[in-house]
């Protein structure tokens, strides 16, 4: 597990931004000790680490003294033994927008519900 003590993004104070995987699943998580003027969280991962992100998820603003927890479950998350980087897009309600650090999680998955899982997945 890789944890962000503290940071100011744009108008929110991050606090405890860290992730780490289960079964089936990588799991982000994060407090906010402070939103002013924000208006969500962009989940942004990387499979290239940290040289290029794509949004997964997006979280509303639920007020300071919030936590959060986003939930990537998706196929490409369940190669077992991969690093992916991670990160946060704070969105304010004025458009602007800031980046949070950026956390590594390596995905400990169980070899048989990966493998059932991504069959699964195939005939979705």
């Not at 196929?75 to 956390?103: C, F, H, P, Q, W």
């Amino acid at each position: 597990m890789v944890i962000l003590i503290s940071s100011l993004f744009a108008g929110a104070t991050i606090s405890g931004f860290a992730g780490y995987s289960d079964d089936a699943r990588i799991i982000i998580q994060w407090n906010t000790t402070l939103e002013h003027n924000v208006a969500g969280f962009e989940v942004q991962r990387s499979t290239d680490n940290g040289r290029t992100f794509f949004e997964i998820g997006y979280l509303h603003a639920q007020g300071q003294g919030s936590g959060y927890t986003f939930i990537d479950d998706s196929i490409i998350a369940k190669v077992s033994g991969r690093e992916y980087s991670y990160r946060l897009k704070t969105r304010n309600m004025d458009g602007t927008s800031e980046l949070s650090e950026i956390i590594q999680i390596e995905s400990q998955l169980a070899v048989v519900n990966h493998t059932w899982g991504s069959l699964k997945a195939l005939f979705k």
